[in-house]
C-alpha cells in the first residue's frame, strides 16, 4: 500500500537531544552527559504524569522544570547565566546530518511531510529555522493545539485530521520506541530509528520497520511509492 504521508517526531528524531552534552559539560564538568540524560528522561516522565492527570502546561514549561530538577538531583548549582545557556541551546539543538538531503529527496517525490511533536510551536519553528529545514515540511503539528502530550491518541489524531486520511495512510517515523509503540497501537505505519542501538519495549507491539538513520524511511517509502530513487 502506498503511502499518503510521511509524519516525523522532532526530539531525538530531526533534532539530537544530546547534543546538550557538550555545553553541559562546559558549564559542569565532568556531568554533562548525565545532566543530559536525567533532564531528557525527567523531560519525557512529566509529559506522561501531566497528561494522565489532566494538568498541562507547554512542552516548554516542561523542559525548564526538569532541568531545574536534574540539576538539583545532580547537586550542580544552576546559576541565572546558566540556566539561560542551557535552554538557549535547547532551543537550537543540532539537527542530524543526514536530515536536509534525505528531506530533499522525500520534497521532491511529492510526498507530504510534517512534524508532529510535543514541542510548542514556538520552540518548533525555531529548531527548524536554526537547522535550515525551513522549506522542507507541510506542516508543524504541535499537541499544544490538544493539550495532551504524545503518547495520548488526541496527540496523533492530528495527522491524519491534517492530511485527511485513515492513520494507515501515514507513516510515522520517531527515535524513541516508546513513541514508535504509541503510534503503532493509534494505527500508524511506522519506522522506529533506533539511533542508539537500544531494546526494543516490551509492549506486546512492533514498529514496522527499524532503521537506524533517515534514509532508512526513504528505503521505506521507496517500497511503496514508484517515484523515490533510494539515496
Request: glycine share 6%; aromatic share 10%; charged share 25%.
Amino acid at each position: 500500500m502506498p503511502i499518503n504521508a510521511i509524519v516525523f517526531d522532532a526530539y531525538g528524531t530531526l533534532f539530537d537531544v544530546y547534543s546538550v552534552d557538550v555545553l553541559a559539560d562546559e558549564i559542569f564538568p565532568g556531568h554533562g552527559a548525565q545532566l543530559s540524560g536525567l533532564w531528557r528522561d525527567k523531560q519525557i516522565e512529566y509529559t506522561r504524569l501531566r497528561t494522565l492527570c489532566d494538568q498541562y502546561v507547554d512542552f516548554w514549561q516542561i523542559t525548564e522544570d526538569a532541568l531545574e530538577f536534574a540539576c538539583e538531583r545532580l547537586k550542580q548549582t544552576l546559576t541565572g547565566t546558566a540556566r539561560k545557556r542551557l535552554l538557549d541551546n535547547y532551543a537550537d539543538l543540532t539537527a542530524f546530518p543526514e536530515n536536509i538531503e534525505v528531506l530533499e529527496q522525500l520534497k521532491e517525490a511529492d510526498i507530504p511531510l510534517a512534524i508532529l511533536s510535543n514541542g510548542t510551536q514556538k520552540m518548533l519553528n525555531q529548531a527548524i529555522s536554526a537547522s535550515g529545514m525551513g522549506g522542507l515540511r507541510d506542516a508543524v503539528l504541535s499537541v499544544d493545539s490538544v493539550r495532551r502530550f504524545k503518547t495520548a491518541p488526541e496527540a496523533y489524531q492530528l495527522g491524519p485530521d491534517h492530511f485527511d486520511c485513515r492513520p494507515g495512510d501515514i507513516l510515522f517515523v520517531s527515535s524513541n520506541c516508546w513513541d514508535i509503540c504509541g503510534a503503532a497501537w493509534f494505527g500508524y505505519r511506522t519506522i522506529w530509528l533506533n539511533r542508539y542501538r537500544l531494546p526494543l519495549e516490551r509492549l506486546g507491539i512492533a514498529p514496522d520497520r527499524i532503521g537506524t538513520s533517515l534514509k532508512d524511511v526513504v528505503e521505506f517509502a521507496a517500497e511503496t511509492q514508484t517515484n523515490i530513487p533510494n539515496i
